[in-house]
T-cell receptor, first 109, second 116 residues
């Protein structure tokens, strides 16, 4: 089992560009999450999903969008990237216990 | 809104020492509490999961306790080793209608350094 896989691991964007962070899991978990982690700020929930076709906002959803067309995939879309979106993004899945991907480090210049 | 606090923010101990990391939370209506380890530049690895009905969980040299009434959890690490150096985070899962878990609220973590 690969667990939770995130791509890309690193990305530099210019202000105003768009991109999608990919996340896939092979554990057949219904629950999936996107978090961002900023230094000294802990993890903040961006969006989460309780199953295919169902998504909901977390604490900091502004500037992001998600979709959940399959159980395995939960991509995070950044539209019109801003410097405030410079962060490390983690995808996670859960069936009780939470499993994380390795993270995607995004820099917006 | 749930708030999770971890004190201290950083801790340095000599190898072999037993130590306790603290986690406190404001809303006791949790579904479970989970402890994670995070190495620099890496993702989070689950260490222990305590269900709301449980008092403690053990895995090797790690023991986590849960006291919902006081809003506290502790992670006990026995005979610490340099390889235990990492940031340790706790997170509570909310209860959803129907009893299934919702989203997690994380503390900001305790950075542990175990010295030789």
């Amino acid at each position: 089992n690969a667990g939770v896989t995130q791509t890309p691991k690193f990305r530099i964007l210019k202000i105003g560009q768009s991109m999608t962070l990919q996340c896939t899991q092979d554990m057949n978990h219904n629950y999936m999450y996107w978090y961002r982690q900023d230094p000294g700020m802990g993890l903040k929930l961006i969006y989460y999903s309780v199953g295919a076709g169902i998504t909901d906002k977390g604490e900091v959803p502004n500037g992001y969008n998600v979709s959940r067309s399959t159980t395995e995939d939960f991509p995070l879309r950044l539209e019109l990237a801003a410097p405030s979106q410079t962060s490390v993004y983690f995808c996670a899945s859960s069936h009780g216990e939470l499993f994380f991907g390795e993270g995607s480090r995004l820099t917006v210049l | 809104k749930q708030e999770v606090t971890q004190i201290p923010a950083a801790l340095s101990v000599p190898e072999g020492e037993n130590l306790v990391l603290n986690c406190s939370f404001t809303d006791s209506a949790i579904y479970n509490l989970q402890w994670f380890r995070q190495d620099p530049g890496k993702g989070l690895t689950s260490l222990l999961l305590i269900q709301s009905s449980q008092r403690e969980q053990t895995s090797g040299r790690l023991n986590a306790s849960l006291d919902k009434s006081s809003g506290r959890s502790t992670l006990y690490i026995a005979a610490s080793q340099p390889g235990d150096s990492a940031t340790y985070l706790c997170a509570t899962a909310d209860k959803r209608p129907g009893g299934t878990a919702s989203k997690l609220t994380f503390g900001t973590g305790t950075r542990l350094q175990v010295t030789l």
